[in-house]
């Protein structure tokens, strides 16, 4: 959430660092994330008591995500601007009622504040540009156009053919600046008879696979946010079969079907998973508490979609466990999709767990002849859900 959506609201601030004393209210002024600007500003106003001993303050300026700082000044009340090294930039508690992003700066020696006084005004003002903001060592990888195809991604399956590295035709996989934050996000596109097992245009960390990109693989035990946004067009195909655009799967080949996925066919989301633990390609669709067969939310079209994904990883069906939150376009904001559930995530392979990969991209029923175009952004993999979002759904 940007302050631009919340410009002149109330947000409670936090204080953080060695002494410091606690500021009662914040108000956050608008931030401009024009793209055409090399920079945009972002203010906050914070009221409270302030001890001479402060040396950093958090002040709640909205998400920045996916923006580097390029400057910052703090004023007081009765004071000239002075320049603050702004040190991170971090997410509110997942419970937030209102995510917001939270900046902290470090304030300068010289900074004394009056003894005696008890309330005083603080202004903050920031001038910020795209790019990365130091990670907060939750994320564990991106892939989210902001660096090149080859050193996100371990391969590709498209034309003109499954390789590792990705190496698709531009035609059909590329980056473009058509995106929801950063700079850059994919676009996929597929034509009648792109045949690949099915036609397809789709990128992952295996299948093919690459031996310097394993540390990118799920493993049993491991719990993971993952969390990205989605835009289909309005000439997105409307036939009633299979259209997937986002894969859990085994990366061994003898695998069989994904272990848990997302179709955008039928002019529906359908959440699945995989019903059988040893490598069957049988799936089942669920929403809510529990399966629901041939039913989803709504398909909107034309505009971006964000959807988190928690995942425990494991072949166990007591183990392992799935739940969605997405925001779907649909005015109802973000929520609950699919309720935590237990459930195996992964299957076994010669009496192992068999690791698993992300897929991302178009994967669809050869009996559809429509072209088909999806965008996808802000890919991101970490070990809370703030981290997730911070990057997936930061920046415009």
Not at 18 to 44: D, F, K, W, Y
Not at 104 to 133: C, E, F, I, Y
Not at 286 to 295: A, W
Request: with cysteine; hydrophobic share 40%; charged share 20%.
């Amino acid at each position: 959430m940007t302050l631009c959506e919340k410009a002149g609201s109330t947000l409670r601030p936090r204080c953080t660092g060695m002494g410091i004393g606690v500021l009662a209210q914040a108000l956050a002024a608008a931030l401009l994330l024009a793209c055409s600007t090399p920079a945009t500003q972002a203010a906050g106003h914070r009221y409270g008591p302030v001890k001479v001993t402060d040396r950093s303050a958090t002040f709640a300026v909205g998400d920045l995500a996916g923006r580097t700082v390029v400057s910052a000044r703090l004023r007081a009340t009765g004071r000239k601007s002075r320049p603050v090294a702004a040190t991170s930039v971090r997410r509110a508690a997942t419970g937030s009622r209102r995510p917001r992003g939270l900046l902290r700066v470090s304030l300068p020696r010289s900074w004394r504040p009056a003894q005696r006084a008890k309330r005083m005004r603080l202004m903050l003002h920031v001038r910020t540009r795209p790019g990365r903001l130091a990670s907060s060592g939750k994320v564990v990888w991106t892939a989210d156009g902001e660096s090149s195809l080859a050193s996100e991604w371990a391969s590709s399956s498209s034309l003109p053919a499954a390789a590792a590295p990705a190496r698709p035709a531009a035609s059909r996989i590329a980056a473009t600046s058509f995106r929801a934050q950063g700079r850059r996000s994919y676009r996929f596109k597929v034509r009648d008879g792109d045949q690949s097992f099915g036609e397809r245009a789709e990128l992952g960390q295996a299948l093919p696979a690459r031996s310097d990109y394993e540390n990118r693989w799920f493993r049993a035990g491991q719990e993971r946010w993952i969390a990205m946004q989605y835009y289909l067009p309005a000439s997105w195909p409307t036939d009633n079969t299979w259209q997937t655009v986002f894969q859990i799967k085994p990366v061994s080949p003898g695998g069989g079907g994904p272990n848990i996925g997302l179709d955008a066919g039928r002019n529906r989301l359908m959440f699945y998973g995989n019903s059988n633990a040893f490598g069957s390609t049988a799936g089942n669709d669920f929403l809510g508490n529990g399966p629901l067969p041939g039913r989803g939310y709504r398909l909107r079209r034309g505009r971006w979609i964000k959807l988190t994904w928690h995942i425990v990883f494991s072949a166990d069906p007591a183990a392992g466990s799935i739940e969605v939150f997405g925001n779907l376009a649909d005015g109802k904001g973000m929520r609950t999709l699919v309720r935590q559930r237990k459930r195996a995530t992964m299957k076994y392979l010669n009496g192992a767990m068999d690791p698993v990969h992300l897929r991302v991209g178009i994967y669809r029923d050869p009996a559809i002849t429509a072209t088909a175009r999806l965008y996808v952004d802000g890919i991101t993999v970490a070990k809370t859900r703030a981290a997730a979002e911070a990057n997936a759904y930061g920046g415009r």
